[in-house]
């Protein structure tokens, strides 16, 4: 009797079959014609070895596709599926729900990333080329021994910043021999640091060797010589009106004295001397080694986890006061900015007409700690990013800000950074804290302000001259209407915030359309140049 026909059949998981054709299935299934010679072991025909590598190989593809998280190892056997069928089918589904979740993460990780994304600079850069003229000049004026100005600078150190520019460009219009500037002692924080104590004096000198000669003290000709104030200086002076006024004071004594400076003299001055402003602040004002160096460390504390934000938080007390404003975060603080406005008027800045509410939807109210969170968040910063903030303490202490810690846990100043004894040397002097802030605010990968202010200004020229980092400026006026509106879901108020501030990322911005700006905010065209301006102006 003859025998039956037999055919052997391998158990191949549904997904392996569906990934092959139907001819190299039926291949697979189908057992050879029946031969004379007595049939092999299904272990000993190669097919069997063939598929099984093929399964194995298939399985690794299958792991190194659907888990990419370097600290999962792979399995140790991986074709022990051979003897666990069920097992396998489940893993393969179970990796499928987590690729899922890996191309999602990826996704959001991808959408994340943009955040950290410079704008594009249009090819600026730095570009300080004074003319023949102004040259010419410069060597005439190191001769000079009769002339000697005298400036006494006030406030914080970023306002000090600010007349320490304008100082030097005064003593190039005078043709003056500057005396290093004096640092009025602070009355508010009481900070009697020096010049030399905040920056590079030897450094400040060097680089302005060739504009304007400093000098640490008058000549001994000059010792009994009193120095003359002129206190009738208006606003928005002009080179012009600097020499016929100072030029008397000269012939009189051959020292004049300058105070009250800030704001003073024109932001609207010729090439020259615009060009000398921006090298007084993006290079001659360096910053002393100690205060460097202390910013530095800190600064490589926020990176050594990759990219991070800085933030300038305007929320302490005297702020709130001083613009109008209300902190918006309990009645109590709110009751309590009001009764103190009442009782000293005199500390409201401007627009005193105005209400709170008014203030605040044209835009002139500095952010509180949840709305910097919503704006940060609408923007795609991530959860995990790290962010540093600059600033004195808000009023209500660190309470106050667990709104934006609550959204982004990894939040440091420099009391958090500082190794123990580290900050002590500094702990009275308000204007080095003021400076460590700015080095590490300046060095990061994405700045924004809460509010305007001489530090914001600084940081969004500083940023600018160095390629236009990233520097958001909170469209505050547009924006807040929005933050009102409980009813806008968050993927719309997200999108509208994102295109609110499309414009507002650090891209290059012409002073030229911007008359009465400060060149030190927005060094293009008069400081940086591209190619294409660089041969329109040659």
């Not at 606003?235 to 300058?258: D, E, H, K």
């Not at 509410?357 to 940060?376: D, I, M, S, Y």
Request: glycine residues 6%.
């Amino acid at each position: 009797m003859a025998k039956s026909k037999r055919q052997a059949y391998i158990s191949v998981p549904a997904q392996i079959i569906s990934s092959l054709s139907s001819s190299s299935l039926q291949s697979l299934l189908l057992s050879p014609k029946k031969s004379a010679k007595k049939k092999k072991p299904l272990w000993k025909h190669p097919m069997f070895w063939f598929l099984c590598f093929f399964l194995c190989f298939f399985l690794v593809i299958l792991k190194i596709g659907f888990n990419l998280d370097p600290l999962v190892p792979f399995s140790p056997n991986p074709c022990s599926f051979l003897h666990q069928e069920s097992s396998f089918t489940n893993g393969f589904v179970s990796n499928i729900e987590n690729n899922v979740g890996f191309l999602k993460k990826v996704g959001e990780n991808q959408e994340q990333s943009g955040f950290w994304k410079h704008p594009d600079g249009l090819g600026y850069r730095p570009c300080l080329g004074f003319s023949r003229e102004y040259n010419k000049w410069s060597g005439e004026h190191a001769k000079e021994r009769t002339r000697y100005l005298m400036v006494v600078v006030t406030g914080g150190m970023n306002q000090q910043r600010n007349q320490i520019v304008d100082a030097v460009v005064i003593a190039r219009i005078l043709g003056a021999a500057l005396l290093v500037p004096n640092l009025q002692v602070n009355v508010i924080w009481g900070d009697e640091s020096e010049f030399s104590d905040i920056f590079d004096l030897d450094h400040f000198k060097k680089v302005l060797a060739n504009d304007v000669r400093i000098v640490s003290s008058l000549p001994s000709t000059h010792l009994t010589s009193r120095p003359l104030e002129d206190k009738r200086i208006p606003v928005n002076v002009t080179p012009q009106w600097i020499r016929a006024n100072y030029a008397r004071l000269f012939r009189r004594g051959g020292v004049a004295l300058l105070r009250g400076l800030e704001s003073k003299l024109s932001k609207d001055l010729p090439s020259d001397l615009q060009k000398l402003r921006c090298k007084v602040a993006f290079h001659a004002l360096k910053f002393a080694a100690p205060i460097l160096e202390l910013g530095n460390k800190i600064t490589e504390r926020m990176r050594s986890k990759g990219p991070y934000l800085a933030l300038h938080l305007r929320m302490e007390k005297d702020v709130w006061v001083r613009t109008g404003c209300l902190p918006g975060w309990t009645h109590e603080y709110d009751e309590m900015i009001s009764n103190e406005r009442k009782l000293r008027p005199w500390l409201l800045t401007s627009k005193s007409n105005m209400t709170y509410h008014e203030r605040k939807l044209a835009g002139l109210c500095p952010l509180n700690a949840l709305e910097v969170t919503r704006l940060l968040k609408a923007l795609g910063a991530p959860k995990n990013a790290r962010i540093y903030w600059a600033g004195g303490n808000p009023l209500g202490g660190k309470e106050a800000l667990l709104p934006l810690i609550g959204e982004f846990p990894n939040l440091y100043n420099k009391e958090d950074l500082a190794l123990p004894g580290e900050l002590e040397p500094f702990a009275n002097k308000a204007s080095f804290m003021a400076a460590i802030d700015y080095i590490v605010a300046e060095n990061s990968d994405v700045f924004m302000p809460s509010h305007g202010g001489n530090m914001g200004h600084a940081l969004q020229g500083h940023r600018a001259y160095a390629g236009h980092k990233k520097y958001i400026t909170p469209n505050k006026r547009h924006m807040l209407p929005y933050f009102l509106n409980d009813s806008l879901p968050e993927a719309e108020f997200n999108q509208i915030i994102m295109g609110l501030h499309r414009d507002s990322l650090g891209q290059p911005e012409f002073r030229t359309s911007k008359s009465g700006r400060d060149v030190t905010k927005y060094p293009v065209p008069e400081c940086m140049c591209n190619d294409t301006n660089l041969h329109t102006s040659s």
